[in-house]
């Protein structure tokens, strides 16, 4: 019987380009466009200049080479924190974050745009299932542990592994990568924005190395002490032969620039605020009602406190603080993540009074909670929350929401996401220069990743 890293194998080098259903190659076009907005609005920000500078340093060339590149790539998508994500009913992962490792790839050939989608839709799909599966966040792992997988399978098929180059490149990078998701707790800092960046450098290492014939542990689940399985406390077997892209349309998007579990929560807040011509002086208590998962994340949960606010990386993970700003500004986009806009005294006092929890009074066992709490058992199907906002005079509004926009239910079109595109990068971006990047995205499987690659590094972006 063959082993999960041989199945896994098979099934990235057996996917077809026929095999893309046109409902899934839009799909895969507008994530890749919201990826777009995030890579070039970084390019102008302090923390992915950070990254840049020292990979120059360590590549002593502006010229970055390929794994230098990935991780430079997936940086710039990642750090906003207003990327895709995939939810499962135990653990969540950005499968944008496999994008910078397949860019990498145009420097070491030439990718066609049939090529590149392709590679995309194996990246995702393997990202998705093996969150579904293996959940490693239950045990204090982080999601980019999977990262390894799936980025290394993108890679190695626009490299054109063999199935048997393709198993030991999945191997090594599943015995290579597991990051804890400490990264991700409170005092949140910037590696939360940068962890999956260094795993797709490690991804493009291993794809090479393997096709040069370096050797992995192929048994990396099997083995019964010191295999993946055990070492995690959990068990990957899976049938691979019968995976597709069916977890594609199960891929969101944020219309807020948070935490993705926050999204639905905020929906209501700035629905209620501008329905009501609600102020900051008017309010007295933000009583909001959440799911398990996201009181954990974001709510002062396991992940710890976020009632102090002094940074963006804090910022979009604080359920009270991004409440309050969406409240007060009645939006949430890069501006209200800034140093200077967290540090004002009308959105630290508004947070305070922000109240976060779930429909029981209790937290554990998980698995009774689970069964008792309602807008626990929804998820990941739905992201119930409520939310209450009361007035200094006692009066209240009261908001309930299951999803939002931007969620697999109601999904971004392609015009909001341009729009998304257009709000983020107004003040780095030229009309004509944002209508040549949305046609080379639009009609990429006629095009070259080559070219859209290029179009994105563009130094002048003015025009």
């Known amino acids: 019987m063959k082993t999960q890293i041989d199945q896994m194998a098979d099934y990235v080098t057996r996917k077809k380009w026929e095999d893309l259903s046109p409902e899934i190659l839009s799909q895969l076009k507008n994530h890749l466009l919201d990826s777009a907005a995030s890579f070039v609005f970084s390019q102008t920000q302090e923390t992915p200049q950070k990254v840049a500078a020292s990979l120059q340093k360590i590549s002593n060339s502006l010229q970055l080479p390929a794994d230098h590149a990935a991780q430079y790539y997936t940086t710039l998508i990642r750090y906003p924190d207003f990327m895709d994500n995939f939810l499962a009913k135990e653990a969540t992962c950005h499968p944008s974050d496999n994008i910078g490792a397949l860019l990498a790839a145009c420097q070491l050939k030439e990718v066609s745009g049939k090529d590149f989608l392709l590679a995309m839709a194996i990246a995702y799909q393997m990202e998705c299932r093996l969150t579904e599966q293996l959940p490693v966040m239950i045990n204090g792992y982080d999601h980019t542990a999977l990262l390894a997988f799936s980025a290394t399978a993108g890679i190695g098929r626009l490299l054109g592994l063999t199935p048997d180059e393709m198993a030991n490149a999945l191997a090594i990078a599943g015995v290579s990568y597991n990051p804890l998701v400490t990264s991700r707790a409170s005092y949140t800092t910037e590696w939360k924005g940068l962890a999956s960046s260094l795993v797709t450098n490690g991804a493009v290492n291993i794809a090479v190395m393997a096709q040069q014939q370096v050797t992995g542990p192929r048994k990396l689940f099997e083995l019964p002490e010191k295999g993946y399985n055990a070492i995690y406390g959990l068990k990957l077997e899976y049938d691979w032969e019968k995976e597709n892209f069916e977890l594609i349309p199960k891929c969101i998007l944020k219309t807020f620039n948070a935490e993705v579990h926050t999204q639905s929560a905020l929906e209501a807040i700035q629905e209620l605020t501008i329905a009501h011509n609600?102020?900051?002086?008017?309010?007295?208590?933000?009583?909001?009602?959440?799911?398990?998962?996201?009181?954990?994340i974001v709510g002062n949960g396991e992940y710890g406190d976020r009632m102090h606010v002094y940074s963006k990386e804090q910022g979009d993970h604080s359920l009270p603080y991004v409440a309050a700003a969406t409240l007060i500004d009645q939006q949430l986009y890069p501006p209200q993540l800034t140093p200077a806009r967290i540090k004002q005294?009308?959105?630290?006092?508004?947070?305070?009074?922000?109240?976060?929890?779930?429909?029981?009074?209790?937290?554990?066992?998980?698995?009774?909670?689970?069964?008792?709490?309602?807008?626990?058992?929804?998820?990941?199907?739905?992201?119930?929350?409520?939310?209450?906002?009361?007035?200094?005079?006692?009066?209240?509004?009261?908001?309930?929401?299951?999803?939002?926009?931007?969620?697999?239910?109601?999904?971004?079109?392609?015009?909001?996401?341009?729009?998304?595109?257009?709000?983020?990068?107004?003040?780095?971006?030229?009309?004509?220069?944002?209508?040549?990047?949305?046609?080379?995205?639009?009609?990429?499987?006629?095009?070259?990743?080559?070219?859209?690659?290029?179009?994105?590094?563009?130094?002048?972006?003015?025009?």
């Open 345 to 463: 005294l009308d959105v630290q006092e508004l947070l305070k009074k922000v109240h976060c929890h779930t429909g029981l009074p209790i937290h554990k066992p998980v698995k009774v909670v689970g069964i008792l709490d309602p807008y626990t058992v929804a998820y990941p199907d739905k992201v119930c929350s409520k939310v209450k906002i009361t007035l200094t005079d006692s009066s209240h509004y009261v908001l309930e929401k299951e999803d939002y926009k931007g969620f697999f239910t109601r999904p971004l079109t392609e015009d909001e996401i341009k729009m998304k595109f257009e709000k983020i990068n107004a003040d780095n971006t030229g009309a004509a220069y944002r209508q040549r990047l949305y046609q080379c995205i639009e009609h990429l499987e006629n095009r070259s990743a080559n070219e859209l690659l290029e179009l994105l590094l563009l130094p002048d972006k003015m025009e």
């Open 278 to 296: 609600l102020t900051a002086e008017k309010v007295s208590e933000i009583d909001i009602t959440v799911f398990l998962t996201a009181l954990h």
